[in-house]
Structure formats: structure tokens, C-alpha cells
């Protein structure tokens, strides 16, 4: 190796709260180092203290961490590790939340209510991070909330490798669980060349999670439904859309979803449900037993993003090889 290729190897440099060390160590694989020695300790009043156990001054940091429950704890850690970074004269921090927390509260619905996904993007500048990296933002202005560079990346491709892979496509119908995620739906279509299907559902504005499938706009009748959505948190809207779809005549409901939130009820409701399979990737920890689950990798789309950004090449231009 030559005396520069040594010094790039030196400024490259991962680090990795504690919500998921195994993506961590994935991605330090595949990047060809390791992850940067941390102690990381919580005092008895619940305050975190972190030090880096070697040198960051001068280096290009990217600080890997998952925004699972308890996603305040983890926010903390976050920001922390980014001022310990700043204060250690780190050249350039960048922020890698596969999953952006707050990402849901993008907008106000009504007064008095606060834009959570802005003020994160706001604690994330004010500590010190030069740059964003994330995975399928719930909503594509979040982008705009920082004003450093945004590097969103996208699931779709290598769930939809899969599906391809695995499923006859040309009994395949992609479904929309709701008109908020038609576009998305609509981009799946246009990959796998299959025809789209949209449930019409409406929420009870009282009740937080809880929802009321009506009708199914599309042919499903004797097809494989491939139910795509972002998240999946307690698994309520996306199990009543499976059940709706069964009902509607469907032969075989798949699910295909880039984050696995899994809250409260989700793996029962999982377990449960009309589905055959559900995809997800791993950009947060799974920790419940779910047998219909199948979890893809996305360690090598970030990490191939990192190695992009480190080598000031095209983000772009990645996504589109997938």
C-alpha cells in the first residue's frame, strides 16, 4: 500500500453508538477497517459520557447510529458522540441514521404543535455534524431541514431485487396500504413492471395507531399482493391491509417495508396476519420473534455511500447502479 493510500486509510474513520453494533460491525467489513474504540458509560442519573480511545484529529468521521426505542437515549448518544468529535477537531462529521428520528412529525397538522424532524435536524448542525446520511426519509422535505449535504438513500432497489428473485412477476399487483404512499408504490410498479392497487383507508383522528380499512382500488382478485410501505411500527395498518386484500379475493399478501420500527403489538399482529412473507432491512435492531420475517442487509448500500462520500465521488451515481 502506498504512503497515501496509508493516509487515506487513516482518515477514514466509523464510529457506532450502542442501538446496533451488529450493523456497525457489517459495515466496518465491508469497509475494510474497524470501528473506532469508545467507552461508553451511563451514570446512575442516566447521563452518557463517551471518549474515543485513539486520536480523531484530522480525520473523515461517520458516526453510525440506529434511532431504535428508546429513541431519546440513543438521540442523546448521537450528539454527543458528534461534540466529542467536533471538540477532537475532526475534519468532516457526517451523521449515519439509517432510520431519521422524528421523521413522522415533518409538518404541523393543527396549532400549537411542534416540527420534531426540523429541531432534530437543528441539534444534529448545532453539535457539530457537517453532513446527514439516512435511508428512506418518511418524508423527502426532511432534506431541507438541514443545511449541510443530505445523502438519501434508497431500500427499494435491493427489496425489490429480492422480490424479483424469489416471486413470478407476472402475477404480481404492488398495493399502496394508503393514498399517503401511492408515489412510492408507484416506483415500485415502475421497477418490477407490475400493475399498482391502492387501499383507501381513514384513521380515527382520536385514537393514535388505530384504523379502518374501507375498499381496495385495483384488481386483486387471484393475484400476489406485494404491500409496500416505509415502516412498519405496530403493524396495524399494514395486517388490516393484508386482511383486506384476502378478502378482496387475493391469492398470496407479501410485504415489503424498509424499516422495522416494531412496536408494542407488531409482532403478534405479524405472526397473525394474512401475510405469507415480509421484507424488511436492517436498519434498526429486530429484536422480537417474527417467522414471517425475512431481514435484508443494507450494510452494503451505506457502506458504499460512505466510501463515495469519503472519495468525494457521486452518491448519485451509486443509487443508480443499483
Known amino acids: 500500500m502506498s504512503d497515501l493510500a496509508k493516509k487515506d486509510v487513516k482518515r477514514l474513520k466509523l464510529f457506532a453508538g450502542r442501538s446496533h453494533p451488529q450493523l456497525a ?29 485513539e486520536s480523531v484529529r484530522g480525520c473523515d468521521a461517520f458516526i453510525l447510529q440506529a434511532h431504535t426505542e428508546p429513541v431519546n437515549e440513543w438521540l442523546m448518544e448521537h450528539l454527543i458522540m458528534i461534540d466529542a468529535l467536533r471538540r477532537a477537531s475532526a475534519r468532516r462529521i457526517t451523521v449515519v441514521t439509517p432510520f431519521y428520528p422524528y421523521a413522522r412529525q415533518d ?31 418518511h418524508a423527502a422535505q426532511i432534506q431541507g431541514f438541514f443545511s449541510g449535504p443530505v445523502d438519501h438513500l434508497h431500500g427499494l432497489p435491493i427489496l425489490a431485487r429480492y422480490v424479483r428473485e424469489k416471486y413470478d412477476l407476472s402475477n404480481l399487483v404492488v398495493v399502496s396500504p394508503d393514498a399517503g404512499r401511492v408515489r412510492e408504490a408507484d416506483m415500485w410498479s415502475d421497477r418490477l413492471g407490475c400493475p399498482l392497487a391502492i ?10 395507531n388505530t384504523v379502518a380499512v374501507h375498499e381496495v382500488v385495483g384488481d386483486v382478485v387471484g393475484k400476489t399482493c406485494l404491500l409496500v410501505d ?12 393484508a386482511e383486506a386484500l384476502k378478502v378482496k379475493g387475493a391469492d398470496r399478501v407479501i410485504g415489503a417495508a424498509t424499516h422495522p420500527v416494531l412496536s408494542g403489538p407488531a409482532a403478534d399482529r405479524l405472526n397473525r396476519s394474512a401475510f405469507e412473507e415480509v421484507i424488511v432491512l436492517n436498519t434498526l435492531p429486530i429484536k422480537a ?11 452494503p448500500l451505506i457502506a458504499g455511500a460512505i466510501q463515495a462520500v ?8 451509486l443509487l443508480n447502479d443499483q
Open 230 to 241: 416505509d415502516m412498519i411500527d405496530t403493524g396495524g395498518t399494514i395486517c388490516l391491509a
Open 310 to 317: 469519503f472519495n468525494d465521488g457521486s452518491v448519485a451515481a
Open 25 to 53: 460491525a457489517e459495515m466496518a467489513t465491508l469497509l475494510g477497517t474497524v470501528v473506532v474504540p469508545t467507552r461508553f458509560v451511563t451514570y446512575a442519573n442516566s447521563e452518557i459520557y463517551i471518549r474515543y480511545e
Open 199 to 208: 387501499i383507501h383507508k381513514r384513521r380515527d383522528p382520536n385514537v393514535a
Open 107 to 137: 409538518k404541523k397538522h393543527s396549532g400549537r404543535e411542534p416540527i420534531s424532524a426540523r429541531l432534530v435536524a437543528d441539534m444534529f448542525a448545532a453539535a457539530g455534524a457537517d453532513r446527514i446520511m439516512s435511508v428512506d426519509l
Open 289 to 299: 420473534k417474527i417467522e414471517k420475517l425475512t431481514v435484508l442487509s443494507v450494510a
